[in-house]
């Protein structure tokens, strides 16, 4: 008897609190292992956070959050993060990286999302927008 085929991708309701934040990361970790991922979790977990705790903070509203994780014919990680706000994020998706005070404590999270996947962006959705990375295949 052989063992089942690995999932491929995961998809998930959060709550529309901090508290999907740790849930996030924790969920992240657990899709890599469960899709037999050779990846990066640490950075994975670091990115998915920003995305979740940003869908959070920067959304009005009660609505779950969902997190979507694929592992692409390619062996790339991609991490999607939905919400209810249909704004676009300034920093993703465009050449121009954004503009970080270095005394404000926040605005690092986009930067670090350029900065450590290998591709980042948002697109609009019927129900608000979807804000994504892309990791390499390990």
Known sequence: MSEPP???????????TTAAVPIARALIRKAFADMHVPADSDTAELLTAELVANAVEHTAGDRPIELVVEVLPSGHQHVEVHDNDPAPVEGLGDDAFPEVDPLDEGGRGLLLIRT????????????GKV??????AE
């Open 116 to 127: 450590l996947s290998l591709d980042s962006g948002y697109r609009p959705t019927e129900q």
């Open 131 to 136: 804000v994504w990375f892309r990791l390499p």
């Open 6 to 16: 690995a999932p491929s991708s995961w998809r998930i309701t959060l709550p529309h």
